[in-house]
């Protein structure tokens, strides 16, 4: 069954206070960051404070990723041995991956680890097939202000000079089989705004949308499940696709619509996807879940 990615929160390794807090919190998964979150001089100590926090901490069962620093600074290397072989880790996340053989180095230094790669430079989009092709890689994250950075392009609300890259990573996940998640919303405080940009990525075929703050999790989980009208269209088109079946038809209409075997398998996606929300959230709340407002300015 497809784990659910709606929501994945970043959180800053050397800031004690949100570590603390992320196990009320109800994103499917977290990415404990080393890298743009914490300072040069924090560096070590954040490693130091992560390792300690998920040897203590129990934050299943949402999905844990370590996002380290790049292999071209002072502390890559260190991170990726440090969190290689820890048990409360899943996955590493490596960042700016411009193509495969970054993705090697990490893994000739991160033990079994699943990689993830951050997709946010020029380099990368060209690369995302090879990239989603490596055979350590189980995710892709969209690392949108890298990337508009790289392109010098324009902040828009629909994106669109980002739209080539967030399409070539899209296509070269879904060809793979990998993960993919959206990029962060940088507003925190501005709630429609991100609905808007989840509801985008939504209908682009993310799994999800990274995160920054605890408010922005309640937001993308919506987002991102099938609503009860999908549903219900769902299981309303496998009925009808059996029935047709029964009698012998090889396609189904219903509301006035064909329904093919591709349609059945989709809709089969769509119930596979909301069972999986419903064990996650059931797992989650077992642990006690609190809601974070934005601070006040
Ligand atoms: C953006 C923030 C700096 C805002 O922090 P703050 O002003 O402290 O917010 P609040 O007062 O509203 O916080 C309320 C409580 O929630 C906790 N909190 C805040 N953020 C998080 C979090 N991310 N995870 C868990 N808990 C969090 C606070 O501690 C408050 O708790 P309490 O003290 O009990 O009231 C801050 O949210 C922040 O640092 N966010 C993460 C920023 C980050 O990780 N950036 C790097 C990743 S984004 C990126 O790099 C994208 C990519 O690479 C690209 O290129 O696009
Ligand atoms: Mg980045």
Redesign the pocket.
Known sequence: MTRPYRSV????GS?E??LE??RG?AADAIIF?L???VAPEEKVAARATLARFLAEVDYAPRARIVRINGFDTDWGRADAAAFAAHPGVEAILV?KVNGPADLDAVAAVAGEKPLWA?M?TAAGMLNAAAIAAHTRLAGMVM?????AKELGCRSRADRMPLMAGLGMCLLAARAHGRVIVD??FNA?RDEAGLAAECAQGRDMGFDGK?L????QVEIANAAFAPSEAEVDLARRQIAAFNAAQAQGQGVAVLDGRIVENLHVVSAQAVLARAEAIRLLEAGVQAFGVQR?A??AE
Not at 143 to 147: E, I, S
Not at 212 to 215: D, F, G, N, V
């Open positions: 929160l970043y959180i800053p800031k206070r949100a807090k992320a919190l960051d890298e743009d979150a960042p951050m946010e690392g949108t202000n890298d990337l990029g962060v925190f990274t920054i703050h605890p408010a974070i934005v601070g």
